[in-house]
């Protein structure tokens, strides 16, 4: 499987922006999805997570702002960001995930001005 992040870009602090993770084929409705994002200098971490069956969660510092959801007729899954801020800024990047097998997207740069 081979996803494209898309959505990227400049945003003002309380702005709002949704992501796009595509995949290359439809054995994609069978995947566990999720975001992950990156700051230079720090670890990457997990945003967002949707199951094949379409449970999410969320990490505490964006629970209430950010909604994952996806659309399996589409091959994609989105990251809609709400009440951005600077500390939101970073590298955003898609994962699948099926038993051992794995697969990341290229990154999408959010920047959230102050």
């Known amino acids: 499987v081979q996803l494209q992040a898309f959505g990227g870009g400049l945003v003002q602090s309380g702005g709002s922006r949704r992501l796009s993770c595509v995949a290359s084929d439809s054995t994609f409705n069978i995947y566990h999805i999720a975001w992950y994002r990156q700051d230079p200098g720090k670890q990457r971490e997990e945003v967002a997570r949707?199951?094949?069956?379409?449970?999410?969660t969320y990490a505490a510092s964006v629970k209430g702002r950010f909604t994952i959801s996806r659309d399996d007729a589409k091959n994609t899954v989105y990251l809609q960001m709400n009440s951005l801020k600077p500390e939101d800024t970073a590298v955003y990047y898609c994962?699948?995930?099926?038993?051992?097998?794995?697969?990341w997207g290229q990154g999408t740069l959010v920047t959230v001005s102050s």
């Open positions: 949707i199951t094949s069956g379409g449970s999410t």
């Open positions: 994962h699948a995930q099926r038993l051992l097998d794995n697969y």
